[in-house]
């Protein structure tokens, strides 16, 4: 077993029914009205990449694809906006899976923040050739707040991949 | 399965599946043929009406904890407030009353005076009131959610009001609930008259303008518009019922380089802040699209006889905007309102 660096621990297998919920619940946080802020982190993209990254034979182009249309109906936006950007992040996602991890938390953030922008460009050139208005340029931010937030959901997503094998009582979780 | 995880199942070696690229070639096009299916053809509307039902239980969750803080904050509001607000619904009650009351007199002496002048009789349009879930997060265009559907019966292009005015027209149907494009969206266009002068034009949406106006194009640059002036439905459309405030005018730009004035509105209805709103049943009696050749006689005789006659004309002139604003302004210059022209239009 190949051990990457800062990695002490290996991980658990992760549990298909938690990837699942936690895409569902970021599709979830993405659909509480917050008016129509073209800044806003888009967490699902953020998750998809994720599990994209660390699961690519679980959650793949397919299932971007599929959560884009649910995105799409959801927004009541052009139906494929989101299902093109997705997918091509999931694309990417998968191109990089192998490298990106044997980087620290913080270069990993770095690494990631291309694919949100080239995935929110996506979306503003289709929208801008489909006749629609200018969000404003707000829409820059979002593919840098979902960077920053890379470090905290990677925390927070293997947080039960990284509980003990056997709970005892030095560790209850 | 990244390194240094601990599997019970180790990753399959030579059963892949396509690869990666093969997958994004695939999935692209299929999203782009989606987009165009969507944008020109308007083919996927079952599509969407499947996955909107699908995501019906996750948008109601999802709007929960929104509706709970707003309902809370609502719940902790203080006795002051909510008095003043009764106080002031009431004096809004009591000067409808009145009006309401003359309204009655008014709608049977107009019924009596129709039938006099062998006009076609103003249908009630029956409403169905509905909430506002959510201002739809697409950045991209101006649109609402409201909570009533296809199970509700509503229809695509049903015209959407508010207390003040027209919010905007149903665009699309899903099971159990719709969506509404705003009367500020770029994509919406809507036929006004001006109350002041009786002259027709098209307001369109103008989402560049901060927080979101109307536009009145094609408007000459010395017709006569005043700034604060009232545009209401003209009821030419077939779609939204007469007499709907929809918009008042904000600013007119006259530029020396163009013929034509900018005429920024302003929409009467609260389009960004509705709690409430009402679907009217669309008036439907779309008057058949005359063969383009046919109409373009029929709207040069028209021409000539409202040349002679000063207002009339017949309502094979509505085939062009420009030609009705001229029309209008003929209406002005001889001196016969324009609201009897509207009514000459509108006998069949």
Sequence with gaps: ?173 | MPLGTLDRTAPPLFNQGPSALSKLIFFSALALFLMVADARFNIVQPLRAGIGAVLYPIQWLALKPVQLAMGGGRYLEDLQTAQSKEADARKALALQSERAGQADTLAQENARLRSLLELRQITQTPGRAAEVLYDAADPYTRKLVIDQGLTNGIAPGSPVIDEHGVVGQVTQVQPFTSEITLVIDRDLSIPVQNVRTGARSVAFGDASAHGGGLELRFTAANADVQEGDLLTTSGVDGVYPAGLPVAKIDRIERRADSAFARIHCVPMAHVTAARYVLVLAPTANLAPKPAPAAAADAGVAAKKKADKSGAKSDKTGKSDKADKADKADKADKAGKPAKAEKKEGRTP
């Design chain 1, 1 to 173: 077993m190949i051990m990457r660096p800062g990695h002490q621990q290996l991980l658990l297998p992760v549990n298909p029914l938690f990837l699942w919920a936690s895409l569902i619940v970021a599709l979830l946080i993405n659909m509480v009205p917050l008016g129509r802020a073209a800044w806003l982190p888009d967490l699902l993209a953020l998750a998809i990449v994720f599990w994209s990254v660390h699961q690519p034979a679980r959650i793949g182009i397919g299932a971007a694809f599929v959560f884009g249309l649910l995105m799409d109906v959801h927004q009541t936006a052009l139906l494929g906006q989101h299902a093109l950007s997705y997918t091509t992040l999931g694309f990417f996602a998968i191109m990089i899976h192998r490298r990106l991890l044997w980087y620290p938390l913080l270069s990993q953030a770095l690494q990631v923040l291309p694919l949100f922008a080239i995935s929110h460009l996506i979306e503003v050139v289709i929208r801008m050739i489909g006749g629609g208005i200018f969000p404003g340029w707000g829409f820059l931010i979002a593919p840098v707040v979902e960077a920053a937030l890379w470090p905290f959901v990677t925390l927070l997503l293997l947080a039960p991949q990284r509980r003990a094998p056997e709970p005892d009582a030095n560790r209850p979780l």
